[in-house]
C-alpha cells in the first residue's frame, strides 16, 4: 500500500493534516495515525509498521498489527492510498 499520488499532507505538530487533492477534502490524524502515515510515507510495510507502533506505545505484537490493519483500511476506504 501506498500514499496516493492525488493526497497531499503536511506535519502539524503532533498531528498530521492529509489533503485529498481531488476533492478538496481534508482529514487530520492523532500522533499515532501521524506514526503510522508516516511510515507508510516512507515506504514501509504494515508489519514493520505494527512493529514500530508497538515498540513506540508498549503494545502486544497483536494488538499493534490490529490497529495498524484498522488504519490502514480507513485510508485506504477514504482514497488516500492506493496498492503498490
Known amino acids: ?5 492525488t493526497v497531499t499532507w503536511r506535519k502539524v505538530n503532533d498531528e498530521t ?3 485529498n487533492l481531488e476533492t ?3 482529514y487530520t ?6 506514526l503510522i502515515w ?10 514493520k509498521i505494527a512493529q514500530a507502533l508497538a515498540a513506540e506505545y508498549e503494545l ?3 494488538q499493534a498489527a490490529e490497529d ?5 483500511k480507513a485510508v485506504s476506504d477514504l482514497k ?4 503498490r
Open 17 to 19: 493534516v492529509i489533503l
Open 38 to 47: 508516516e511510515l507508510l510515507a516512507k515506504g514501509r510495510p504494515a508489519e
Open 1 to 5: 500500500m501506498k500514499i496516493s499520488p
Open 60 to 62: 502486544s505484537p497483536g
Open 80 to 83: 488516500l492510498t492506493e496498492a
Open 68 to 72: 495498524v490493519c484498522e488504519f490502514l
Open 24 to 26: 478538496s477534502v481534508y
Open 29 to 34: 490524524v492523532n500522533r499515532t495515525g501521524a
